[in-house]
């Protein structure tokens, strides 16, 4: 009789724990920072600041690194996003609010730029970057962006020149400052340090490279943001 009831309860017990291994686990939730923005298409900077989007059309995002033929409805840091109707690619906006993850248009932030980040450029203004954290100071998001008159000059030097437009081009914060309303890029190390020592000295980096470390950028955003 006892070992009946002992082989049953193990068999249930078994049972359970292979549902529960079948089960979504929890920790794949979506834990990425997302800013309270209403879902929608912001077409101008002015809709972005009131928080007001200008189209509610229906996209999808797909990684800048994928085939078109590949259309997700997934989250990446670098993406385009294409109308759902037509799969046309969205272009000349601001921002975007997907999936309560907000996106900013690389050729918004190169236009609503600081005035001394002029020689910042890209060859891909219509990728979208996502905002990695923010708070009432800063949003903050990195893009891949290059000085072009650096970029031009590195041209001249052959496979040394290969060498330096490769560390030109990598990766770069950017902040949308809410109280100027317009967009900081961090072109090199010496300019990070000009825009982070008066809010947090603490986070001023030596000049190594050109460009800064950018995990201790990170570090010293969530800070002062």
Known sequence: MYRLIFTSLLILFSLLLKANNLAPSKTEKDTLYKPNYPEGIYVTKKDF???SPSSFEKIISISQFKNQ???????YHCCYFYYLKDKKKVKNVFAISFKKHLFFQ???????RNKFDRAQS???HNTFV???MGGNNYLYTEAELVNQWAAGAAANFGVAGGVILNDIIRGKGIVWDFKNNE????KSCKDYNKFIKDKYPNGV?????HQPNMLEVRKAIEIIK
Do not use: P
């Not at 033929?69 to 989250?75: A, Q, R, Y």
């Not at 690389?106 to 609503?112: Q, R, W």
């Not at 967009?183 to 961090?186: A, E, G, Q």
């Open 183 to 186: 967009f900081n890029i961090f």
């Open 69 to 75: 033929d590949s259309l997700e409805d997934s989250i």
């Open 49 to 51: 600041i009131n928080k």
């Open 130 to 132: 996502r905002v990695i």
């Open 122 to 124: 890209t060859n891909y």
């Open 106 to 112: 690389t050729k918004a932030i190169l236009k609503n």
């Open 205 to 209: 980096q030596e000049v190594v490279k």
